[in-house]
Each structure stands twice: as C-alpha cells, then as structure tokens.
C-alpha cells in the first residue's frame, strides 16, 4: 500500500508510521512526505527515514482554493493508494477532499462529534468530562466529520491538565493509527455512501 502523509508539524504520528512500516506492523510503504510548514519537524523525521518530502506552504497562495489546487498537484504526483492526514493543520476543500474520496483518513484528539476542531484538550477540561481519547475517521467535506473508524480512549483525572491530556492522547495515537492503517492496507477498511465498514461490518 502507497501511503502518502500529509503533516504541519511535528510528526509525532507520521514517527509512529514510519516504525510500524519499518517493523512490519504496516504492510505499506510511505512514499512521500507533504508538509504545509517549511520548517515542521516531520520533514526532518521523513528525510532521516530517507522518505521524499514536498512542502506546499499555504502562505505562498493567494486564497484557499488556489492552495488547494497546488497541493492536489502534488499529492497526484505520488500516485498514492492512501492519504494519510496526521497533525495537517489546514483545511482541505471539497475539490481536493472528493479526488481521494474513502483513501483519506484522518486523526483527532478528541472523542468525535465531541469537540470537533482546535483545543480539544481544553474544552473536554472545561466541560468536566471523566475520559477523552482520539479518533481517526474517514476525511469527507465536513471537518472532522466523515464517517467514524475507531477510538481510543483515557481517564481524565483530577490532577490532568491540558499538558498531561495531550500526552495521554498522543500515545494512543500512535498506537492507533498503524493499526488502522493496516485495516487499510490489508483490503480490511472501506468507505462507502459516507459509511465505514471493516471486514464488511459496519463501523
Ligand atoms: C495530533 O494530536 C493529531 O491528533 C492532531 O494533531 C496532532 C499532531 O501531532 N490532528 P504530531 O505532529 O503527529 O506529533
């Protein structure tokens, strides 16, 4: 399986990516890296695994759509069979998002529909919420709102702040993610009418 990744930071998810890759955990090959931050820290983790990087920096373009067009240029330039978002910090347009409709996944560090978008650590704070998580769904028009895949989840603990909550998230992340990967990989995952099915079951 082609997998290309996209990222805007640190890299933390496409690290968990490349290990599983390396030790066999995916059964896939990550041939490209695109970041839309020049500097992000991932581009340095994929040129160490010796990954090919590509940067399409969003401040280079006039409004979204002329960014959008740009990075589907490149990302079609790696003929990949999955678009793997992990921390890319942009939204994509309807456009971009129905040319890899069911090949795109995403991951958000929050128990999806709950708190959708930025600062999820801090609104499941200040909503008094006993467990928070992470979720990885199909990518669709709507933010963080395609079809649901898998879940990881955490106690929130009374001493827990927003720090030690992204932590918790994070490792479950990066346990999650290959794992999901592989559903993929594996002819295991499939999206169909804005429905997620594994091995045929419904999700
Ligand atoms: C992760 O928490 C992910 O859920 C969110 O952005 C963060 C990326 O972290 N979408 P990293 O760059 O993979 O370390």
């Known amino acids: 399986c082609r997998l290309l990744i ?5 890299g933390s998810n496409l690290q968990a990516l490349i290990d599983a890759c390396a030790d066999g955990r995916v059964d896939g090959q990550i041939i490209g890296v695109i970041s839309n931050v020049p500097d992000a820290f991932g581009l340095q983790r994929a040129a160490r695994a010796g990954i090919v990087t590509a940067v399409v920096d969003h401040r280079q373009f006039e409004n ?3 960014f959008d067009q740009a990075l589907l240029a490149t990302m079609q330039s790696f003929d ?3 678009i793997v ?8 347009g309807d456009n971009l998002v129905n040319a890899y409709s069911g090949r795109m996944l995403n991951i958000h560090p929050s128990l999806l529909p709950r708190y959708p978008g930025l600062k999820t650590h801090q609104k499941a704070l ?3 919420d006993k467990e928070h998580g992470v979720t990885i769904h199909f990518v669709t028009a709507e933010l963080d709102g395609g079809p649901l895949i ?40 499939h999206c169909q009418n804005n429905q997620a099915f594994l091995d045929k079951q419904l999700l």
């Open 6 to 10: 996209l990222i805007s930071g640190n």
């Open 64 to 66: 979204r759509s002329a």
């Open 80 to 82: 990949a069979d999955l």
């Open 85 to 92: 978002l992990a921390g890319f910090m942009r939204i994509l």
């Open 126 to 128: 200040a909503n008094g």
């Open 150 to 189: 898998a879940q990881a989840r955490c106690p929130i603990l009374p001493e827990d702040d927003e720090a030690s909550l992204a932590k918790k998230v994070h490792e479950l992340e990066h346990q999650l993610y290959p794992l999901v990967v592989q559903w993929f990989a594996s002819d295991r995952l």
